[in-house]
């Protein structure tokens, strides 16, 4: 009987164990979509702040400022943790409207040269930064996640409690992808 009583100890201390490790990662999968949402907003925080520096020299180009403002506001109305989905796909697009934005700003040497805005790229560059790492983060917790979430035994305890791994992976954009010819650089 005492034998008995160890091995139903074991077990009962092993299925603990299980639950309490899908436990900690969902918890970490929060955190890390937490992190996220805070980085994107530090970099919703920095757009307007560029977009004002960079329209007294670039007044022509006033779609692109809308589309990256009503872009960055529909961005701001989401919340990573609730909808990855959508913020991924709103974070991809303002990416490639700040890519052309920041494209066009080559094309003016004196604001490239503007003390104010070298130092508002420098911000950007950095809250870029953050939310690569930010990005790398939440990735590993997803994956962490899925393996226990999908490998047995862990997977029955997952399914039992309800504790899903549905989130979308952040992945490259297409913009991202794309190859740039060096040549263009050196003409």
Do not use: C, W
Request: glycine fraction near 2%.
């Amino acid at each position: 009987m005492v034998i008995f009583y160890i091995v139903l100890g074991v077990i009962l201390v092993g299925l603990y164990m299980l639950y309490a490790g899908l436990i900690k990662k969902r918890n970490a999968l929060k955190e890390a979509a937490s992190d996220v949402d805070v980085q994107l907003k530090k970099r919703y925080d920095l757009i307007p702040n560029l977009l004002d520096m960079a329209a007294k020299f670039m007044s022509h180009e006033k779609q692109l400022f809308a589309d990256i403002v009503n872009l960055r506001n529909d961005a701001l109305k989401q919340n990573f943790v609730l909808n990855a989905d959508k913020s991924i796909e709103l974070d991809n697009a303002l990416e490639g409207k700040l890519k052309s934005f920041f494209v066009n700003v080559e094309n003016y040497p004196e604001l490239k040269s503007s003390a104010t805005m070298v130092q508002a790229m420098q911000s950007f560059d950095e809250a870029e930064e953050n939310i690569a790492a930010a990005r790398r983060f939440y990735n590993s917790a997803l994956t962490e996640l899925k393996n226990a979430v999908e490998i047995f035994p862990s997977s029955m305890i997952a399914a039992l409690i309800g504790i899903k791994a549905d989130k979308p992976y952040f992945e490259a954009t297409d913009a991202a992808r794309e190859r740039i010819n060096a040549k263009e650089y050196f003409k």
